[in-house]
């Protein structure tokens, strides 16, 4: 914040003192809240954070949904509504970071009309796959709901016309990661079984050589992916992007030292909330749990 030090001097002799120059006045501290239907958003969390590291964090796992591609589009609306209802209420968050891509090219609309809170979405990186691949030859990594979507297609259409993009819609992956992050991680051969139609070879020797990773839970598993892939290919995580659209929303962070308590992760099951998990989540910076129980509705 600048302070303009010659606001009201006079060249007066009667008004010769100098004035006291005050101290810039420091922002209050801004609270994020990251919300996602798992785990796979603490992919998010830890970009935005080195980005803004001066704020104050919520992360926020609807795990007593989760996986939301079981849920018809309108329960998926009705839930996510319901569930942030909840959570802006009681945390009044200045900015939330829809961190799952299956909510937000569903909810986001419906969201932004609802709360006058900045909402910040995950969107497909079709666009900076088509600008980086060299052989035309491009692979969306996603859950079968991003696959489904029309939103997703309709990226494609705009963004990667001149590519051939094959959309891969994983049932397993986000569930593998959250088992990973519970510390039961999956036999090797279970994830190359999810990955492997993400690499296409064609006879004239053009190979994928680019992967969306459309789904925020699957950065959990980038270095096994990178080790059991047939090639090397680039795999782009739309995480720092999301981390850039929150500083142009928010501004920098303040200069000088800040005290940042650490994150608090709340669940609205728990039932996954074991002893291993909660280090995990610790290792990551949430070493505070609570449980904000909201069941899903049987209707």
């Keep these: ?11 007066s002799a009667t008004h010769s003192a100098a ?27 830890e970009q935005v954070r080195r980005a803004r590291p001066d704020a104050a964090y919520l992360y926020a796992a609807d795990d007593a949904a989760f ?10 609306v009705d839930r996510v509504l319901a569930v942030m209802e909840r959570l802006v209420a009681l945390h009044r968050p200045d900015l939330v970071v829809i961190a799952c891509n299956t909510a937000s090219t569903l909810v986001l609309p419906a969201l932004r009309q609802r709360f006058a809170t900045p909402f910040v979405g995950v969107v497909p990186p079709i666009k900076p796959a088509a600008a980086l691949t060299r052989s035309g030859l491009v692979s969306l990594l996603a859950t079968p709901g991003t696959v489904a979507r029309a939103y997703t297609r309709d990226l494609v259409r705009d963004y990667a016309a001149a590519c051939e993009v094959s959309l891969v819609g994983s049932v397993n992956l986000a569930r593998y990661a959250e088992a990973e992050m519970a510390g ?6 279970d994830i190359l079984a999810e990955i492997t139609p993400c690499f296409d070879e064609r006879a004239d020797g053009r190979r994928t050589d680019v992967v969306c ?5 699957y950065p959990l598993l980038l270095a096994r992916f990178e080790r059991l892939a047939p090639w090397p290919v680039t795999w782009i995580d739309p995480a720092p992007a999301i981390a850039r659209r929150v500083v142009q929303l928010l501004g920098e962070p303040e200069a000088g030292p800040v005290h940042v308590p650490e994150a608090l992760a709340i669940f609205t099951g728990g039932a996954g909330l074991t002893p291993a998990l909660a280090r995990s989540l610790a290792d990551r910076g949430l070493s505070e749990t609570a449980v904000e129980a909201m069941p899903l509705s049987a209707e």
């Design 19 to 45: 004035r006291p120059v005050m101290p810039p006045v420091r922002q209050p501290q801004p609270v994020i809240l990251v919300f996602d239907s798992g785990l796979g958003g603490l992919t998010v969390l």
């Design 213 to 217: 990773l459309s789904c925020t839970h």
């Design 1 to 11: 914040m600048r302070i303009d030090l010659m606001a009201g001097a006079t060249n």
């Design 67 to 76: 996986p939301y591609g079981r849920l018809s589009e309108a329960q998926l």
């Design 184 to 189: 039961m991680p999956v036999p090797d051969a």
